[in-house]
Nanobody, 114 residues
Framework: QVQLVESGGGLVQPGGSLRLSCQAS????????VGWYRQAPGKQRELVAS???????NYADSAKGRFTISRDNAKNTAYLQMNSLKPDDTAVYYC????????WGQGTQVTVSS
């Protein structure tokens, strides 16, 4: 059982970068698979990237080559480094932790606009 808090969102120009953080509290964060999801206005929530307890990563096609998911279990934190941002990346980004049950943060807004 964990609680998750996202941070790092904001307004950035196209081509810019942001690093999102997902700070976990609770127990046994290291065993959870962590996923970053996003939901844009009028669209369904979609998986952007995930990382397993063993460190294996997967990315949506839209994120490959631009985004990097990582985790620091000693800090109970997962990250999403977002580079070369596009207006289509504008969304609320959510952190998810899964192990038998899924836990969600409240989300952080990312707006990519000039």
């Amino acid at each position: 059982q964990v609680q998750l808090v996202e941070s790092g969102g904001g307004l950035v120009q196209p081509g810019g970068s942001l690093r999102l953080s997902c700070q976990a509290s609770g127990s046994h964060f290291s065993i959870y698979t962590v996923g970053w999801y996003r939901q844009a206005p009028g669209k369904q929530r979609e998986l952007v990237a995930s990382i397993t307890s063993g460190g294996s990563t997967n990315y949506a096609d839209s994120a490959k080559g631009r985004f990097t998911i990582s985790r620091d279990n000693a800090k109970n934190t997962a990250y999403l480094q977002m580079n070369s941002l596009k207006p289509d990346d504008t969304a609320v980004y959510y952190c998810n932790a899964f192990y038998k049950a899924a836990y969600w943060g409240q989300g952080t807004q990312v707006t990519v606009s000039s």
